[in-house]
Nanobody
Framework: QVQLVESGGGPVQAGGSLRLSCAVSGRTFSSDAMGWFRQAPGKEREFVGGINRSGDSTYYADSVKGRFTISRDVAKTTTLYLQMNSLKPEDTAVYYC???????????????????WGQGIQVTVSS
């Protein structure tokens, strides 16, 4: 059974940083694409950033480009990270990590392309 569990969220002041982690069990994602999404109240779930199967390509939403960075724990291949810097109040949302079982070695950007999801974790940025 594949499980994804996010951690590292919480409250932070604008301009601050947080690092989210996503622990994957039941599967080693060295052959899977991974991604981060977020959903603010009253809004649809949106793509934040993703990494391809081989781990050598990342892609980010314009709203977070230059501030957020995705990485993987190469040794364990079971943990995905989202480093978030220069946080803004508009980054406030529930953040989800997701795993896509895919043969394509490209970043997946749509929720429907992902097969497994974490339960989500709240990030609240105050001004």
């Amino acid at each position: 059974q594949v499980q994804l569990v996010e951690s590292g969220g919480g409250p932070v002041q604008a301009g601050g940083s947080l690092r989210l982690s996503c622990a994957v069990s039941g599967r080693t994602f060295s052959s899977d694409a991974m991604g981060w999404f977020r959903q603010a109240p009253g809004k649809e779930r949106e793509f934040v950033g993703g990494i391809n199967r081989s781990g050598d390509s990342t892609y980010y939403a314009d709203s977070v480009k230059g501030r957020f960075t995705i990485s993987r724990d190469v040794a364990k291949t079971t943990t995905l990270y989202l480093q978030m810097n220069s946080l803004k109040p508009e980054d406030t949302a529930v953040y989800y990590c997701a795993l896509a079982v895919t043969s394509a070695n490209s970043v997946r950007t749509f929720p429907r392309e992902y097969d497994y999801w974490g339960q989500g974790i709240q990030v609240t940025v105050s001004s």
